[in-house]
């Protein structure tokens, strides 16, 4: 047998054992891996020593085949058994392993084939050596260094335990490389070393095995070395006890001459009284050379007895708890958990590091849905990180666990039980030395988290009654702060109500209450001084529903804010500017000097509507009427009083045409009076049909025939007689009445031309012209009543008279609604044109269809050249631009003639025809047939 045999037949017996031992105390499918490496060792082995014993070159052929067999797998098995015993999937490693075998066989067979590796027992011819062995050598040791630079990054990722299997392996590793790569040997006529270097296979095996056993064979070895002391101390004991025996038994007999026997039995005696004592010390004597204590047990945990039992601070039983873990078992790391039964998803995590011990603990949120929690809440026992890979478990479930531990860097998962659940954990790192749990560790922890567990229900159960505590004061003390909150509510609640009892809520102006109260200040100061003098202007806002009409509430209040602000620059502070409701307005002007400042008041405020509004980007003008009354003109005890003069004044504004200001008069009550009584008889009109329509004849001045009529409403009053609408429109011209007195002139007058155009078929486009007011005009369901009343008769029968006012004062609306009358075919004229503020630019931007030439110019026609004319150039303009002439209360030969000459289309006056009623109409109508 040569030296191949010797090295095979030494490898495969080694790994022979080696997979004994495997199958013996191998528990998992990592030991499983494990005594697969060292059958395919064994088999490498086995072909070796074949090649040692071969006969013939066929043989050795032969045998280097199985060596090759066994030699493929050992790198990929090897690679794979690494990542299994980290938990890490790295690929790169068992491909780069299987890549590497894939190498060394085609290398090693070349070797053994080419160059000859038996040529010592054959004799063969060494071949020469070629580029192409050398490149393949080349990238096998690139591949072996790169497999080699993984485990060290590995060796980095790994703690503790893992961190000291790891340097074994990789020195194995070293190892077996050298004796793998002694396969290439005999390339450099090193043939002699080959077989003595192979032994490196066999201490790689070796160190392999004994890396992943560690745990096991500790336990083994320990018990074995233990019972080895108590044989050898038991057999020493026996042995000398036999010496004493024997030599005390030749010698005693010798020499007292008493006989053997007797000797024997009572040093037997004797020996057997000693032996148990010594027995006693030989066993203490061995455990404490084999199970040497690293710290007084019984000492901490009658320290931490005391201490955990002598208070109820949490947080100061919890630092308790880590410092004397951490301290007693030199930890890295350590964490107390805290596991909220309530709040599953979360737990409080107390971190404890090699940091300054005053510092407060962190802080962390982690998960509880973990598998190493759910296991510890069913089985309540101690988890070793170390021990899970040997336990016969769900593999999948202890990976997971082994996952979740190394999260937190956990090597030790201790539970604390407490009324029987699971409401702490205590998760030990890695120890400083790298050493793993001894049993004597775990004893002593488990002994001490049953104090902890103890100690921590009493504090917990103190924390949460001081909770209560502190949460019912809490609760008391925001009851306080609501009450008082509430106080303060309340308060600025009457606050707010006073503000808004005596403050408009869009002005911020004082109301109609403080300027009352304000008001019968001033009364009371009047009456103890008489020389003071006060006034109260009451006014409103010209057009204010148009402008709230058409461009929106929103608009119309940011209007109103402006003109308060306007009013109060105007005024002094020992003044009241206050707002009523509306677009009105109240001013008292106290401590007056003399009345002529009243005026000089009422100017400053017409001043200042004179500069115009900006309303979201468009300019408004606006203008005021204002009635006043002063304590000089009038002097009373009820500050309504003064109101009521106040508005009186302001009506009479109105009257006069807006835009002004009147300061009340003693007559204007009688006025005021006569006006009630005038809209009290006419509500009485309306009940008792006291209205009539009368017409008057609209004459052609060309043909000289009747071509329509006007509408005019007369009052049959019960005591003053027939009264014509002139007599009393300026009393009913702004109220209620006036709307609902036009639908009746219109209703009444389509219905009556309408049967006229039937009866007389002469007349089938008769006209009838009806004048409304310019409150039905802004009426906002103004066309849809035309569009029902003139059902019978065509739209172009009908002509509607407004007044040239519109056109100033509401031009967009005017436009607007003068063609929706258009679409219905209803003709449009101005009245009484050249009486206010006449304009071309209307004749040529506005549809109508006629003018009404007023009084101011048909009085003075025949007296007044220039009027006459501007007559004729109205003429001309209006055949110019197709509008219809019309000339209104012509009352003499002169002016007829005139007119005629002119050449105006209708006419119409008193020296023509006076206003007849339905009947006399109709018998005009058809007098003029025949």
Request: with cysteine; net charge neutral.
């Amino acid at each position: 047998m040569n030296l191949f045999a010797i090295a095979g037949l030494s490898v495969c017996i080694s790994c022979i054992l080696l997979s004994l031992i495997t199958i013996i105390f191998g528990k998992s499918k990592l030991h499983n891996k494990l005594l697969a490496f060292n059958i395919v060792v064994a088999i490498w082995g086995f072909g070796l020593f074949l090649i040692g014993i071969a006969k013939n070159e066929q043989q050795a052929i032969l045998a280097w085949k199985i060596a090759h067999l066994g030699g493929f797998f050992i790198g990929p098995i090897f690679y794979t058994l690494v990542c299994d015993l980290t938990s890490v999937n790295r690929k790169k490693i068992i491909i780069s392993g299987y890549i590497e075998a894939c190498i060394f066989i085609l290398l090693s067979f070349g070797t053994n084939i080419l160059f000859n590796k038996t040529r010592m027992a054959f004799n063969i011819i060494f071949l020469k050596l070629n580029l192409l062995y050398f490149i393949g050598l080349f990238i096998y040791i690139i591949f072996v260094i790169l497999s080699f630079y993984e485990l060290v990054v590995f060796l980095k990722n790994t703690h503790g335990f893992k961190h000291t299997q790891a340097k074994y392996i990789i020195f194995g590793f070293m190892i077996g490389f050298i004796g793998g790569t002694a396969t290439f040997l005999p390339v450099f006529e090193l043939d002699l070393f080959y077989p003595y270097s192979n032994f490196g296979i066999t201490i790689y095996s070796f160190i392999l095995s004994y890396a992943i056993l560690r745990y096991r064979l500790m336990d083994i070895s320990m018990a074995i070395t233990r019972a080895v002391a108590y044989t050898i101390s038991a057999g020493l004991l026996t042995g000398i006890f036999i010496i004493i025996v024997i030599g005390s038994t030749k010698y005693v007999s010798e020499y007292i001459g008493i006989n053997s026997f007797t000797v024997t039995v009572l040093s037997s005696l004797i020996m057997a009284f000693i032996f148990d004592p010594l027995k006693n010390l030989v066993q203490v004597f061995v455990e404490k050379i084999f199970y040497k204590s690293k710290y007084d047990y019984y000492s901490i945990l009658q320290n931490s007895s005391h201490i955990l039992a002598s208070t109820i601070d949490l947080k100061y039983i919890y630092k308790f708890i880590i410092d004397t873990v951490y301290d007693t078992m030199k930890l890295k790391t350590l964490y107390l958990l805290s596991i909220n039964n309530n709040q599953t998803e979360i737990i409080s995590c107390y971190n404890y590091k090699n940091i300054d011990r005053n510092n407060e603990m962190n802080i962390y949120k982690l998960k509880t849905d973990w598998e190493l929690i759910k296991t510890l809440k069913n089985q309540k026992n101690i988890i070793i990180k170390d021990e899970l890979l040997y336990k016969e478990t769900d593999e999948e479930k202890i990976n997971k666990i082994i996952d979740e531990l190394r999260l937190i860097e956990g090597e030790v998962a201790i539970p604390i039980i407490i009324e029987d659940d699971l409401s702490f954990l205590l998760m030990l790192g890695e120890k400083l030395s790298g050493d793993s749990f001894s049993s004597e560790d775990i004893n002593l922890l488990k002994t001490f988290s049953s104090q902890i567990a103890v100690s921590l229900k009493n504090a917990l159960l103190y924390d949460k009654l001081e909770l209560l505590v502190k949460e019912r004061t809490e609760e008391l003390s925001n009851t306080n702060k609501l009450l008082e909150k509430e106080i303060v509510i309340r308060k600025e609640a009457e606050k707010q109500l006073k503000h808004q009892a005596y403050y408009d809520s869009i002005t911020n102006l004082p109301n109609r209450v403080l300027f009352l109260d304000r008001l019968n200040t001033a009364i009371a100061r009047k009456k103890r001084y008489n020389n003071y003098l006060f006034a109260v202007f009451f006014m409103d806002i010209d057009r204010f529903k148009i402008i709230n009409d058409s461009l929106g509430h929103l608009v119309g209040d940011q209007l109103l804010i402006m003109v308060s602000e306007r009013l109060k620059k105007v005024m002094r502070n020992v003044d009241t500017v206050a707002r009523f409701g509306g677009d009105e307005f109240a001013i008292l002007i106290e401590d007056i000097s003399e009345p002529k400042c009243i005026k000089q008041v009422a100017e400053r405020i017409h001043e200042l509507s004179k500069h115009p509004f900006d309303l979201n980007g468009k300019e408004i003008f606006i203008t005021l009427s204002i009635g006043i009354t002063s304590s000089d003109v009038v002097n009373y005890s009820n500050p309504e009083k003064y109101l009521q003069d106040a508005d009186i004044a302001l009506y009479k504004a109105k009257e006069q045409g807006k835009a002004c200001y009147v300061i009340f008069k003693p007559d204007m009550h009688h006025n005021a009076l006569n006006k009630l009584s005038v809209e009290s008889e006419l509500r009485k009109a309306f009940e008792y049909n006291e209205f009539e329509l009368y017409y008057q004849p609209l004459i052609s001045i060309i043909t000289n025939e009747i071509n329509g009529f006007e509408a005019i409403l007369y009052w049959h009053h019960p005591v003053r007689g027939l009264l014509s609408i002139s007599d009393f429109i300026h009393i009913v011209k702004d109220t209620e009445f006036i709307v609902q007195m036009d639908q009746w002139k219109l209703k009444e007058a389509c219905k009556n031309v309408s049967q006229w155009r039937k009866k007389f078929t002469k007349y089938k486009e008769l006209i009838i012209n009806v004048n409304i007011s310019d409150k039905t005009f802004l009426y906002t369901e103004i066309i849809e009543f035309i569009s029902k009343i003139i059902n019978g008769i065509k739209g172009s029968s009908l002509r509607i008279g407004i007044s040239e006012k519109m056109l100033i004062n509401n031009p967009d609306y005017t436009i607007n609604t003068l063609q929706k009358l258009r679409n219905i075919d209803i003709k449009v004229d101005i009245s009484d044109f050249g009486s206010r503020h006449s304009a071309l630019y209307y004749l040529r931007n506005f549809p109508i269809n006629g003018l009404k030439i007023g009084h101011s110019f048909i009085d003075t026609i025949g007296s007044d050249k220039y009027n006459e004319e501007i007559v004729k150039t109205l003429v001309k303009l209006a055949h110019t631009i197709n509008i219809d002439l019309m000339a209104e209360g012509i009352e003499t030969k002169e002016q007829f003639k005139i007119f005629h000459e002119m050449q105006y289309e209708y006419t119409r006056g008193f020296i023509i025809q006076k206003p007849l009623n339905y009947i006399d109409a109709e018998k005009m109508l058809s007098l003029s047939i025949r």
